[in-house]
Protein backbone atom coordinates (compact mmCIF):
# COMPACT_ATOMS: atom_id res chain seq x y z
CA UNK A 1 0.00 0.00 0.00
CA UNK A 2 1.13 3.34 -0.86
CA UNK A 3 2.21 6.02 2.26
CA UNK A 4 4.05 8.96 3.20
CA UNK A 5 5.87 9.65 6.05
CA UNK A 6 6.22 13.17 7.86
CA UNK A 7 8.99 12.82 10.62
CA UNK A 8 8.46 15.95 12.02
CA UNK A 9 5.45 17.47 13.59
CA UNK A 10 7.27 20.61 13.54
CA UNK A 11 9.62 22.54 12.11
CA UNK A 12 11.39 25.95 13.55
CA UNK A 13 13.27 28.40 11.47
CA UNK A 14 14.35 31.90 11.71
CA UNK A 15 13.18 34.23 9.14
CA UNK A 16 15.40 34.54 5.83
CA UNK A 17 16.79 30.72 6.37
CA UNK A 18 16.40 28.08 3.88
CA UNK A 19 14.00 25.75 5.58
CA UNK A 20 13.56 21.83 4.54
CA UNK A 21 10.74 20.25 5.59
CA UNK A 22 10.93 16.45 5.09
CA UNK A 23 8.53 13.81 3.45
CA UNK A 24 9.34 10.14 2.92
CA UNK A 25 7.06 8.02 0.80
CA UNK A 26 6.76 4.07 0.08
CA UNK A 27 4.92 2.82 -3.00
CA UNK A 28 4.88 0.33 -5.59
CA UNK A 29 5.53 1.46 -9.19
CA UNK A 30 5.99 5.22 -10.02
CA UNK A 31 4.99 7.65 -7.55
CA UNK A 32 3.10 10.84 -7.93
CA UNK A 33 3.77 12.92 -5.38
CA UNK A 34 2.52 16.23 -3.93
CA UNK A 35 2.69 19.41 -1.38
CA UNK A 36 -0.01 21.18 0.09
CA UNK A 37 0.30 23.98 2.75
CA UNK A 38 -2.71 24.69 4.92
CA UNK A 39 -3.14 27.88 6.02
CA UNK A 40 -5.73 28.25 9.18
CA UNK A 41 -9.13 27.72 9.31
CA UNK A 42 -8.27 27.21 5.26
CA UNK A 43 -8.76 24.63 2.64
CA UNK A 44 -5.41 22.88 1.24
CA UNK A 45 -3.05 25.02 -1.69
CA UNK A 46 -1.26 23.08 -3.76
CA UNK A 47 2.60 23.70 -3.99
CA UNK A 48 3.92 21.34 -6.44
CA UNK A 49 4.25 17.86 -7.96
CA UNK A 50 6.44 15.59 -8.86
CA UNK A 51 5.28 12.93 -11.92
CA UNK A 52 8.28 12.40 -13.71
CA UNK A 53 11.15 13.61 -15.42
CA UNK A 54 13.61 16.26 -13.71
CA UNK A 55 14.10 15.70 -9.78
CA UNK A 56 13.87 18.92 -9.23
CA UNK A 57 10.48 20.61 -9.04
CA UNK A 58 9.91 24.48 -8.57
CA UNK A 59 6.48 25.44 -7.19
CA UNK A 60 4.72 28.35 -5.46
CA UNK A 61 6.33 30.98 -3.71
CA UNK A 62 9.23 30.28 -4.02
CA UNK A 63 8.68 26.50 -2.63
CA UNK A 64 10.77 23.51 -4.59
CA UNK A 65 11.22 19.72 -3.91
CA UNK A 66 13.78 17.07 -4.38
CA UNK A 67 12.37 14.01 -5.49
CA UNK A 68 15.25 11.20 -4.68
CA UNK A 69 14.75 7.75 -5.85
CA UNK A 70 17.10 5.85 -3.89
CA UNK A 71 16.21 7.64 -0.52
CA UNK A 72 12.58 7.32 -1.54
CA UNK A 73 12.16 11.13 -0.56
CA UNK A 74 10.74 14.44 -1.49
CA UNK A 75 11.85 16.98 0.71
CA UNK A 76 10.27 20.62 0.40
CA UNK A 77 12.83 23.24 0.23
CA UNK A 78 13.13 27.43 0.17
CA UNK A 79 16.35 29.07 0.67
CA UNK A 80 14.96 31.75 2.65
CA UNK A 81 11.98 31.68 4.80
CA UNK A 82 9.57 34.55 5.24
CA UNK A 83 6.90 34.75 8.56
CA UNK A 84 4.32 34.46 5.94
CA UNK A 85 5.39 30.69 4.96
CA UNK A 86 4.29 29.53 8.73
CA UNK A 87 1.73 27.28 7.66
CA UNK A 88 0.69 23.30 7.88
CA UNK A 89 2.46 21.43 5.11
CA UNK A 90 1.29 17.91 3.64
CA UNK A 91 3.01 15.71 1.49
CA UNK A 92 1.08 13.40 -0.29
CA UNK A 93 1.03 10.18 -2.67
CA UNK A 94 -1.43 9.34 -5.06
CA UNK A 95 -3.12 6.25 -4.83
CA UNK A 96 -2.63 3.54 -7.31
CA UNK A 97 -5.27 1.51 -5.85
CA UNK A 98 -8.54 2.71 -8.33
CA UNK A 99 -9.53 6.41 -8.67
CA UNK A 100 -6.77 8.43 -10.09
CA UNK A 101 -8.06 11.40 -7.09
CA UNK A 102 -7.60 9.38 -3.93
CA UNK A 103 -4.53 10.79 -2.25
CA UNK A 104 -2.51 9.99 0.59
CA UNK A 105 -1.74 12.07 2.84
CA UNK A 106 1.34 12.38 5.65
CA UNK A 107 0.41 13.47 9.37
CA UNK A 108 1.65 17.03 8.57
CA UNK A 109 4.56 18.91 9.56
CA UNK A 110 3.73 22.77 11.18
CA UNK A 111 6.10 25.16 9.85
CA UNK A 112 7.17 27.97 12.30
CA UNK A 113 8.95 30.85 11.36
CA UNK A 114 10.50 33.22 13.85
CA UNK A 115 11.16 37.09 12.43
CA UNK B 1 -12.72 31.64 -12.37
CA UNK B 2 -13.52 31.20 -9.87
CA UNK B 3 -12.40 27.66 -7.20
CA UNK B 4 -14.17 24.95 -5.41
CA UNK B 5 -16.73 26.73 -3.44
CA UNK B 6 -17.83 24.78 -0.51
CA UNK B 7 -21.67 25.45 1.33
CA UNK B 8 -22.15 26.30 4.48
CA UNK B 9 -18.28 26.91 5.66
CA UNK B 10 -19.86 26.17 9.32
CA UNK B 11 -22.48 24.71 11.40
CA UNK B 12 -23.11 23.00 14.68
CA UNK B 13 -25.34 19.85 14.68
CA UNK B 14 -26.67 17.70 17.78
CA UNK B 15 -25.63 14.03 18.19
CA UNK B 16 -28.35 11.87 15.80
CA UNK B 17 -28.91 14.28 13.95
CA UNK B 18 -27.60 14.53 10.36
CA UNK B 19 -26.12 16.98 8.07
CA UNK B 20 -25.71 17.80 3.97
CA UNK B 21 -22.78 19.46 2.93
CA UNK B 22 -22.98 20.86 -0.70
CA UNK B 23 -19.54 21.72 -3.02
CA UNK B 24 -19.25 23.56 -6.39
CA UNK B 25 -16.65 22.50 -8.38
CA UNK B 26 -14.56 24.71 -10.70
CA UNK B 27 -16.34 25.08 -13.92
CA UNK B 28 -15.64 22.30 -16.26
CA UNK B 29 -13.98 19.82 -13.39
CA UNK B 30 -15.92 17.03 -13.91
CA UNK B 31 -14.61 15.24 -11.00
CA UNK B 32 -15.22 15.63 -7.62
CA UNK B 33 -13.58 14.03 -4.00
CA UNK B 34 -14.24 14.57 -0.69
CA UNK B 35 -11.90 14.23 2.71
CA UNK B 36 -12.25 14.46 6.54
CA UNK B 37 -9.66 15.97 8.37
CA UNK B 38 -9.64 15.71 12.06
CA UNK B 39 -6.44 16.33 14.64
CA UNK B 40 -6.59 12.78 15.40
CA UNK B 41 -6.88 10.97 11.98
CA UNK B 42 -5.51 13.80 9.97
CA UNK B 43 -6.73 13.94 6.25
CA UNK B 44 -8.64 10.83 5.60
CA UNK B 45 -10.13 10.09 1.55
CA UNK B 46 -13.83 9.94 1.82
CA UNK B 47 -15.38 9.08 -1.67
CA UNK B 48 -14.63 10.56 -5.45
CA UNK B 49 -17.35 11.26 -8.46
CA UNK B 50 -17.04 11.38 -11.79
CA UNK B 51 -19.84 12.39 -14.18
CA UNK B 52 -22.04 11.27 -11.29
CA UNK B 53 -20.62 7.80 -10.76
CA UNK B 54 -19.35 7.18 -7.59
CA UNK B 55 -15.58 5.58 -8.51
CA UNK B 56 -14.22 4.96 -5.13
CA UNK B 57 -14.98 5.44 -1.39
CA UNK B 58 -12.69 5.52 1.89
CA UNK B 59 -13.16 3.41 4.80
CA UNK B 60 -16.01 4.91 6.56
CA UNK B 61 -19.36 3.93 7.77
CA UNK B 62 -22.60 3.84 5.67
CA UNK B 63 -23.69 6.66 7.46
CA UNK B 64 -21.33 8.45 5.15
CA UNK B 65 -22.83 9.01 1.82
CA UNK B 66 -22.74 11.58 -1.46
CA UNK B 67 -23.83 11.66 -4.89
CA UNK B 68 -23.03 14.22 -7.78
CA UNK B 69 -25.29 15.80 -9.95
CA UNK B 70 -24.97 16.28 -13.56
CA UNK B 71 -23.43 19.90 -13.25
CA UNK B 72 -20.89 18.35 -11.53
CA UNK B 73 -22.25 20.23 -8.03
CA UNK B 74 -21.45 17.28 -5.34
CA UNK B 75 -23.38 16.79 -1.89
CA UNK B 76 -22.28 14.11 1.40
CA UNK B 77 -24.41 13.72 3.58
CA UNK B 78 -23.69 12.21 7.32
CA UNK B 79 -26.32 10.76 8.90
CA UNK B 80 -26.77 9.43 12.99
CA UNK B 81 -23.89 12.60 13.97
CA UNK B 82 -21.55 10.91 16.26
CA UNK B 83 -19.63 12.73 18.24
CA UNK B 84 -16.24 11.76 16.32
CA UNK B 85 -17.32 13.08 12.69
CA UNK B 86 -16.64 16.72 14.13
CA UNK B 87 -14.46 17.45 11.28
CA UNK B 88 -13.36 20.01 8.79
CA UNK B 89 -14.53 18.44 5.48
CA UNK B 90 -12.98 19.19 2.22
CA UNK B 91 -14.18 19.14 -0.76
CA UNK B 92 -11.43 18.92 -4.07
CA UNK B 93 -12.17 18.98 -8.01
CA UNK B 94 -9.82 18.52 -10.74
CA UNK B 95 -9.88 18.23 -14.56
CA UNK B 96 -10.00 15.39 -16.76
CA UNK B 97 -7.36 16.35 -19.30
CA UNK B 98 -4.44 18.73 -19.70
CA UNK B 99 -1.65 19.80 -17.25
CA UNK B 100 -3.80 20.01 -14.28
CA UNK B 101 -5.32 16.69 -13.97
CA UNK B 102 -3.42 15.15 -11.46
CA UNK B 103 -3.97 18.41 -9.36
CA UNK B 104 -6.67 18.85 -6.89
CA UNK B 105 -8.01 21.65 -6.16
CA UNK B 106 -9.34 22.39 -2.80
CA UNK B 107 -12.26 24.34 -1.11
CA UNK B 108 -11.95 25.96 2.24
CA UNK B 109 -13.96 23.00 3.62
CA UNK B 110 -17.21 22.69 5.93
CA UNK B 111 -16.45 22.51 9.47
CA UNK B 112 -19.00 20.57 11.43
CA UNK B 113 -19.17 20.62 15.30
CA UNK B 114 -21.36 17.65 16.18
CA UNK B 115 -22.26 18.28 20.47
Request: proline share 5%; aromatic share 12%; with cysteine.
Given at each position: ?????Q?EDQVN??????L?VKC???????????WYVQYPNRGLQFL???????????????F????????????L???????SDSALYFCA????????????FGTGTLLAV?? | ??????????????????????????????????Y?QTP??GL????????????????????????????????????????????L?L???????????????F?AG??????
Amino acid sequence: AQSVAQPEDQVNVAEGNPLTVKCTYSVSGNPYLFWYVQYPNRGLQFLLKYITGDNLVKGSYGFEAEFNKSQTSFHLKKPSALVSDSALYFCAVRDYGGATNKLIFGTGTLLAVQP
Amino acid sequence: KAGVTQTPRYLIKTRGQQVTLSCSPISGHRSVSWYQQTPGQGLQFLFEYFSETQRNKGNFPGRFSGRQFSNSRSEMNVSTLELGDSALYLCASKPSEGSGANVLTFGAGSRLTVL
